[in-house]
């Protein structure tokens, strides 16, 4: 296997880091062992913990009125490969990758799988693209795709969902991400009722192509590109969906999609209670679905959210094993750098949330002690987890400071000169 970065500089900067990693590693455990905590045993599921880059982060996102680029961006899925297989080589927490379908399109899917197994990856979830119309597509989706007032545009997003399927297969994914646009911009622009309807007869086509071991993720958005309504918007429009389609559809909670100040680890705690909680996306947000870098605003919620998911593995329901995924548009950082950072922040907010005292909370819970159960997570959330994470990382081959290591390997000024430059263009959604 020929890995993007040298070996020997992986190794050389964890060499010139080990005695402080060491330090750092032993003081914290002392600590944790004063609260009855093992740091191994956390270190150990720390190192079992992962989540999926997307194909499309590791280009420069862009918004909706500028995109710009940078030397070296990626402008292919074997570019995106490459690239993806650094932020994993370093972080080892981001072995999968997420494609997205037509944006990833190649001829021999086969060959992709053998690709992405070549630089030590795989492929996590297959998410479809039925929000753009692509060259030469018979029908449009200005009315929507799978809620289409017109019959061929609705079977033109199915076929393509159900394309989607048999590339994964080729590709070795068993979750198919569905997020549609469908919406409306005016009062009465459609019967809000009967668009649901015909969204779920095509859905149901899409699932009954559904090979046995796979899953059907729906992903909600409350609005955008639909500005007045859209057609699965929020958790409620996703797991009504999810209920009548079937077992293997599922919901994908992307952090950035609800509406304003909603209370997302209750939504997570809902979505689990129902057998219902599939994915995420992960990401960041102030105003929208602004996609900003994971923890980068609202760390807390990050925390919280992976709180929820602890206490869900505790208690498992259906078959509970959530697609975790990143999904960020890098508008102004070098994506793979996003990308590590961002792995960095998820992966804290679980570590620390395996920090938390079950039996104290639970405890505090059933007393009715507020004080006290608030304060068994703040315990928890103001552990510094780094040395968690570095040693886990460096174990299992990665850097011990990932960005500083990239930074080191100069492996984006050696893409700037190998790679064609892309050119100017608005971003994607
Ligand atoms: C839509 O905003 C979304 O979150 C969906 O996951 C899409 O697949 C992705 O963004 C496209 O960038
Ligand atoms: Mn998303
Ligand atoms: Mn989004």
Request: proline share 4%; with cysteine.
């Amino acid at each position: 296997m020929t890995l993007p970065i040298s070996g020997d500089l992986i190794a050389d900067h964890n060499d010139q880091h080990a005695a402080a990693l060491d330090e750092d590693y032993a003081a914290l455990g002392r600590q944790l062992e004063r609260r009855g905590i093992d740091i191994d045993a956390i270190k150990h599921r720390v190192a079992g913990f992962s989540v999926a880059v997307p194909s499309w982060g590791a280009g420069r996102g862009g918004t909706r009125f500028a995109k710009f680029p940078i030397a070296g961006e990626p402008t292919n899925i074997h570019e995106k490969l490459e690239d993806c297989a650094v932020i994993q080589q370093l972080s080892r927490v981001t072995p999968r990758v997420s494609p997205h379908f037509p944006w990833d399109k190649v001829s021999d899917y086969r060959a992709l799988r053998e690709e992405a197994d070549s630089l030590g990856l795989a492929f996590d979830a297959v998410n479809s693209n039925t929000f753009q119309d692509q060259p030469g597509q018979p029908q449009s989706y200005s009315t929507g795709s799978l809620s289409s007032t017109i019959e061929a545009t609705r079977q033109q997003a199915i076929e393509h969902n159900i394309e989607c399927i048999e590339i994964g297969q080729a590709i070795g994914s068993t979750d198919l991400t569905v997020w549609v646009g469908d919406g409306t911009n005016f009062p009465g622009q459609q019967d809000l009722g009967k668009q649901l309807d015909r969204y779920l007869e095509a859905a149901s086509q899409v699932y009954a192509a559904l090979p046995d071991d796979w899953r059907m993720l729906l992903e909600h958005k409350m609005f955008e590109p639909a500005f007045y309504s859209t057609v699965i918007s929020d958790w409620g429009s996703s797991i009504l969906a999810a209920q009548e389609l079937g077992p293997k559809a599922k919901c994908l909670v992307d952090l950035g999609h609800h509406a304003p100040n909603v209370n997302i680890e209750q939504i997570v705690a809902r979505l689990h209670r129902f057998g219902k909680l599939g994915g995420f996306h992960f990401n960041d947000s102030k105003y929208g679905d602004d996609d900003l870098d994971s923890g980068s605003i609202n760390p807390h919620q990050l925390f919280l959210v992976f709180n929820e998911l602890v206490e869900a593995e505790l208690n498992p329901r259906d078959d509970f094993r959530p697609a975790y995924m990143i999904d960020q548009s890098h508008n102004v950082t070098d994506p793979i750098e996003s990308m590590l950072s961002s792995a960095e922040a998820i992966t804290s907010c679980y570590a620390k949330a395996l920090l938390v005292d079950r039996d104290a909370l639970h405890g505090a819970q059933e007393a009715n002690d507020t004080m006290i159960a608030f304060q068994t997570l703040r315990r928890a959330y103001n552990v510094d987890v780094a040395p968690i994470l570095a040693k886990a990382r460096v174990e299992a081959g990665g850097a011990y400071d990932a960005l500083v290591a990239y930074r080191y390997s100069q492996y984006s000024a050696r893409k700037a000169q190998e790679r064609a430059a892309v050119g100017l263009g608005a971003g994607i959604v």
